[in-house]
């Protein structure tokens, strides 16, 4: 797997860090995620299936002793499941007070985008609600990218399962 450089966030790295973005597909689309919520990127572990989740939770894993639930950010957004590979990864995030792992198909590298370049969200509904997840458009070169909101991944009423999930550290 290629290595990605994820700067570690401490007071002083914190200004250095603010326009930077991991970039990772799914599907045909690249999407964003702030730097600052990453805390690693992992070749995909084995899952222990929980049951009575909802389908988008595959499960959880063991990170280095701590148990973490992991959510295929494909099955979140309504994109159709696909077979894991050797180039699918997890990023895992610090979401609040919690961890979480988020599937996607590869990870691509980490982009500096700057403020101005990120214009607001769609104000338009669509069937699935995939517009809630997302914090902004971000203009690169002649291509646009998908900044996600990485609190908005997790609904409130999901949140209260996962940490339930995520109990046995």
Same mark, same amino acid.
């Given at each position: ?121 769609? $104000?338009? =509904?669509?069937? &699935?609600?995939?517009?809630?997840? /997302?914090?902004?458009?971000?203009? %690169? !070169? @002649? ?6 909101? $990485?609190? =908005?991944?997790? &609904?409130?009423?999901?949140?209260? /399962?996962?940490?339930?999930?995520? %109990? !046995? @550290?």
């Amino acid at each position: 797997m290629r290595e990605i450089d994820l700067m570690v966030e401490d007071d002083e790295d914190s200004e250095l860090q603010s326009d930077k973005f991991l970039m990772f597909k799914l599907g045909s689309e690249e999407y964003g995620i702030d730097i600052k919520r990453i805390t690693a990127i992992e070749e995909l572990p084995q899952i222990t299936t929980i049951p009575d989740m909802p389908n988008f939770v595959k499960g959880v894993i063991n990170l280095r002793g701590k148990v973490i639930p992991a959510i295929d950010l494909r099955l979140r957004f309504g994109i159709d499941e696909k077979e894991y590979d050797d180039r699918t990864c997890i990023v895992i995030v610090s979401v609040k007070e919690s961890t979480i792992g988020l599937i996607v198909d590869i990870v691509s590298e980490v982009h500096e985008i700057a403020k101005d370049d990120i214009g607001p969200p769609p $104000v338009f =509904k669509n069937a &699935s609600g995939n517009e809630q997840y /997302i914090s902004g458009l971000a203009k %690169k !070169g @002649e291509e646009v990218k998908i900044i996600l909101d $990485v609190e =908005k991944i997790i &609904s409130n009423e999901h949140k209260a /399962i996962l940490e339930q999930s995520s %109990k !046995g @550290e």
